[in-house]
């Protein structure tokens, strides 16, 4: 597994644009599945040039919520790699150029051993990932609270990574049960939770690359169910 910061409110790699709004390219099971849009095309696609990411080889688009700095990238996205788009039930989104969209409510099964969490509290969904060694969790802001999201995460398996906005989120005693957390785009908290959790704290940023050993393993062994 490989997650790749593409757009954040900070930048971790020098070179890259920062910009209120989170996407990322989640790598797994031999899917390349970009993570929300952030807020502007330009943005996006310029940082994902220069972290040479081919938007063509993208095969699967996930929008955690409708909120403009998580899809505004997406229309010119979609222009140059019309793809298959999972989106929660809420947000509205009518197809124009062949791309199929689907419209999650409850928790989703989206390949194997990659999960959404569904949609909670009527406006975000989670991506949710599932390794030998545990889950990973990508939250795009958080609205309907980490505790909610951790519990249906767990459904899968036992979380050992948060990664993505967290907003107001204070229940800092939640992140015990983890190994690692990267906080980024809204959280409001970042100082406090790193100088609760130094050793489980991981900085973001536009251009940061999570893999091992910050990531659980995926082996071409099944992790059990």
Known sequence: MKITIIYDNETFKEGLQSDWGFSCLIEAYGKNILFDTGARSDILLSNMKKLDLDP??????????????????????????????????????????????????????????????????????????????????????????????????????????LIGGLHGFRKFRLIEGLDWICPTHCTQHKAEIKALYPDKYVEGGAGRVLASPFLPRITTKDPSP
């Not at 080889?57 to 999972?86: A, C, M, Q």
């Open 56 to 161: 063509r080889k993208i095969d699967e688009v996930f929008i955690s919520h409708g909120h403009w700095d998580h899809t505004g990238g997406l229309s010119d996205f979609l222009r140059i790699n019309p793809v298959k788009i999972y989106v929660p039930a809420s947000f509205p989104i009518n197809p124009s150029r062949g791309e199929k969209v689907i419209k999650i409510k409850g928790s989703l099964k989206i390949h194997e051993h990659i999960f959404s969490t569904g949609e909670l509290r009527g406006i975000e969904q989670s991506l949710v990932v599932k390794a030998e060694e545990g889950v990973v969790v990508i939250a795009g802001c958080s609205h309907p609270g980490v505790k909610e999201i951790l519990e249906h995460a767990a459904r899968v398996g036992r979380v050992r990574v």
